[in-house]
C-alpha cells in the first residue's frame, strides 16, 4: 500500500509538472493555479496518508519546512541576483513552482531538486544563447530525476 501511495503522490505531483512546463513554453507564465493545484493534493496526500497511518507527522512537517526554507532561500537568491546584475533572474511562477515541489521531496531530496533545475535550467540558458528560458520544463525534469533519489 506504501509504494501505490507514493506512486499516485508522485504521478500527481509530475502531472503538475508537465502542465505548468506546457503553459510555461507557450506563454511564459506559470499560473498560480498550478502552484495551488500541488499544494492542495500534497494537503490531500499528507491527510489521506496520516489517516491510513502511511505517513507521520514528522513526515508532514519536513515537507513544510522543505517549502519554507527553499522558498525564502529561492526568493532571496533571486532579488540577489537581480540587484548585483541589473538583469532578471527567476521568475515569481517559477520560484513558487519549486518551493511547492519541496513540499513533496522534502528537506534532503529537495536540496538536492533545487541544485539539479538550477543547473539543468544554467545549461538550457547557454544552450539558447542569451535568449530567455522557461524554466518549468527545467523544474520538471529535476523533479522527475528526483523522484528516484
Avoid at 506546457?22 to 498550478?34: G, L, Y
Wanted: hydrophobic share 60%; net charge positive.
Amino acid at each position: 500500500m506504501q509504494l501505490a501511495f507514493t506512486l499516485t503522490q508522485s504521478a500527481y505531483m509530475m502531472a503538475w509538472l508537465i502542465a505548468a512546463s506546457v503553459t510555461d513554453i507557450r506563454s511564459r507564465k506559470i499560473p498560480n493555479a498550478f502552484v495551488l493545484g500541488l499544494i492542495i493534493g500534497w494537503a490531500a496526500f499528507q491527510l489521506a496518508g496520516l489517516a491510513l497511518g502511511l505517513l507521520s507527522l514528522q513526515h508532514v512537517a519536513n515537507g513544510i519546512c522543505a517549502l519554507v526554507i527553499y522558498g525564502l532561500l529561492l526568493l532571496a537568491f533571486t532579488a540577489l541576483y537581480e540587484r548585483f546584475t541589473g538583469k532578471p533572474g527567476m521568475g515569481g511562477g517559477d520560484i513558487k513552482l519549486m518551493a511547492a515541489c519541496a513540499l513533496y521531496l522534502g528537506l534532503t531530496r529537495g536540496a538536492a531538486f533545487l541544485v539539479m533545475a538550477c543547473l539543468i535550467g544554467a545549461v538550457a540558458g547557454v544552450i539558447a544563447k542569451k535568449r530567455a528560458v522557461p524554466l518549468a520544463p527545467c523544474i520538471a525534469f529535476a523533479g522527475f530525476l528526483s523522484l528516484f533519489l
